[in-house]
């Protein structure tokens, strides 16, 4: 059955650049589930933020996919976490701009989406997927934050949604701990872009590490500093080695002397400046290219809902040094497609790194076994047939339901 499909992804336009304040993963995998379910002979529009007022309220791509970006009465960037007073205004304009009741389905994405979502199932019926992507939860657990309307709203959410949609069992043993009677959970994991596949080449004169994602604290940027330091210090590493660091905002790094122009990441690469480079954001096809020669990938975060440059980089057949957090330990195998270590331990990162890049012969047989995995477990292929029988389930169920009053 054909479906015209709305996604809600309030702050992750999925045409945005990678790799900026909030285009991350959120925004790729919204883009990519919706060309797959294009492919599939559905129709996907995704309504979003309208962040960046050079761009077109209404965007097309693949075939049957649209982007349409709402204002809510702010044209131009907004940070999330000011998002929420913006909902009633985001609801409003989606009901002036689009007939809503012309969709089978809704998948909403984020809790402030889940926010949007329950409304507009309760005003018009639709059938109803979540996906949470991040767990306010799961940050307290990891950081001390606590953000109670969050968490509240995301429990709501999670009891309301007709299903939800885990992406590692990490993540559905999470919901399940914190939420009462929560909604059906199914666990479909994440694809990886078909761009990110191992090359021909993958040796390079000049071994290094690479990073890719925003440079916060909550993405471990400091700790793998830290840890890079430490090696680098102790002689424990090739007086070649590199740091290759991608992401990040254009005002925060100096793009043409590769390196960080705020205050606080300039301490931290003083002395390094020699072996760190910042090569800001860069596209899939320039992420595939750097995992693919990379020694390892390093993804050090204190928290992640899945991992999705651990996957991408396993599927480049990439090593992956991950922390032993939240859906990572699912998505990177240790010992056998990377390893696992303690969060914010410079120590253990470093020891990783060193263990990495003075074992070659190991670290190819994690890169050849990460290659493996990736292409069985992280197909978008699969995982929109998958999300497609998904969705046929909910539509008919919700039928039923409605059949029956």
Not at 39 to 52: E, L, Q, S, Y
Not at 127 to 145: D, E, F, N, R, Y
Not at 162 to 181: G, Q
């Given at each position: 059955?054909?479906?015209?499909?709305?996604?809600?992804?309030?702050?992750?336009?999925?045409?945005?650049?990678?790799?900026?304040?909030?285009?991350?993963g959120?925004?790729?995998?919204?883009?990519?589930?919706?060309?797959?379910?294009?492919?599939?002979?559905?129709?996907?529009?995704?309504?979003?933020?309208?962040?960046?007022?050079?761009?077109?309220?209404?965007?097309?791509?693949?075939?049957?996919?649209?982007?349409?970006?709402?204002?809510?009465?702010?044209?131009?960037?907004?940070?999330?976490?000011?998002?929420?007073?913006?909902?009633?205004?985001?609801?409003?304009?989606?009901?002036?701009?689009?007939?809503?009741?012309?969709?089978?389905?809704?998948?909403?994405?984020?809790?402030?989406?889940?926010?949007?979502?329950?409304?507009?199932?309760?005003?018009?019926g639709?059938?109803?997927?979540?996906?949470?992507?991040?767990?306010?939860?799961?940050?307290?657990?990891?950081?001390?934050?606590?953000?109670?309307?969050?968490?509240?709203?995301?429990?709501?959410?999670?009891?309301l949604a007709?299903?939800?949609?885990?992406?590692?069992?990490?993540?559905?043993?999470?919901?399940?701990?914190?939420?009462?009677?929560p909604?059906?959970?199914?666990?479909?994991?994440?694809?990886?872009?078909?761009?990110?596949?191992?090359?021909?080449?993958?040796?390079?004169?000049?071994?290094?590490?690479?990073?890719?994602?925003?440079?916060?604290?909550?993405?471990?940027?400091?700790?793998?500093?830290?840890?890079?330091?430490?090696?680098?210090?102790?002689?424990?590493?090739?007086?070649?080695?590199?740091?290759?660091?991608?992401?990040?905002?254009?005002?925060?790094?100096?793009?043409?002397?590769?390196?960080?122009?705020?205050?606080?990441?300039?301490?931290?690469?003083?002395?390094?400046?020699?072996?760190?480079?910042?090569?800001?954001?860069?596209?899939?096809?320039?992420?595939?290219?750097?995992?693919?020669?990379?020694?390892?990938?390093?993804?050090?975060?204190?928290?992640?809902?899945?991992?999705?440059?651990a996957?991408?980089?396993?599927?480049?057949?990439?090593?992956?040094?991950?922390?032993?957090?939240?859906?990572?330990?699912?998505?990177?195998?240790?010992?056998?497609?990377?390893?696992?270590?303690?969060?914010?331990?410079?120590?253990?990162?470093?020891?990783?790194?060193?263990?990495l890049?003075?074992?070659?012969?190991?670290?190819?047989?994690?890169g050849?076994?990460?290659?493996?995995?990736?292409?069985?477990?992280?197909?978008?292929?699969?995982?929109?047939?998958?999300?497609?029988?998904?969705?046929?389930?909910?539509?008919?169920?919700?039928?039923?339901?409605?059949?029956?009053?």
């Open positions: 059955m054909k479906k015209k499909i709305v996604f809600i992804s309030d702050h992750g336009d999925p045409l945005a650049a990678l790799g900026g304040e909030q285009a991350g959120q925004n790729n995998y919204v883009k990519q589930l919706a060309l797959s379910l294009d492919k599939r002979g559905h129709a996907v529009d995704v309504i979003t933020h309208w962040a960046d007022a050079a761009v077109p309220q209404v965007e097309e791509f693949g075939s049957g996919c649209r982007v349409i970006r709402v204002s809510a009465g702010v044209k131009g960037y907004v940070p999330k976490s000011d998002m929420y007073n913006m909902l009633y205004d985001f609801y409003d304009e989606m009901q002036s701009l689009i007939d809503l009741s012309s969709y089978d389905l809704v998948h909403t994405h984020y809790w402030l989406s889940g926010l949007l979502g329950a409304k507009l199932a309760e005003d018009y639709l059938p109803w997927i979540h996906t949470s992507h991040s767990l306010g939860v799961a940050k307290q657990q990891a950081t001390g934050v606590t953000e109670p309307k969050r968490i509240s709203a995301e429990q709501l959410i999670l009891q007709d299903t939800v949609v885990a992406t590692t069992a990490s993540e559905r043993k999470l919901i399940n701990s914190f939420v009462k009677n909604s059906p959970i199914k666990v479909i994991p994440i694809g990886v872009d078909h761009r990110f596949k191992p090359s021909t080449q993958k040796e390079k004169a000049r071994p290094y590490f690479a990073f890719a994602g925003r440079l916060e604290v909550t993405k471990g940027i400091y700790t793998l500093l830290n840890a890079f330091r430490l090696l680098m210090e102790r002689h424990e590493l090739p007086s070649s080695t590199k740091l290759v660091i991608a992401g990040g905002d254009p005002d925060k790094i100096d793009l043409d002397k590769k390196l960080p122009t705020c205050p606080k990441l300039k301490k931290a690469v003083a002395g390094l400046e020699r072996h760190v480079d910042f090569i800001g954001a860069r596209s899939q096809r320039q992420l595939a290219e750097l995992f693919n020669k990379a020694t390892a990938v390093i993804v050090p975060s204190t928290y992640e809902s899945f991992g999705m440059v996957a991408e980089a396993q599927a480049c057949g990439s090593p992956v040094i991950a922390s032993r957090v939240g859906g990572l330990k699912d998505v990177v195998r240790h010992r056998e497609t990377g390893l696992h270590v303690e969060k914010e331990n410079k120590e253990h990162l470093a020891f990783a790194m060193k263990l890049a003075a074992n070659r012969e190991f670290t190819r047989s994690l050849r076994r990460a290659a493996a995995y990736a292409r069985w477990e992280f197909n978008w292929d699969s995982v929109a047939k998958k999300m497609d029988g998904l969705y046929e389930v909910v539509i008919l169920g919700k039928q039923k339901v409605l059949a029956s009053d």
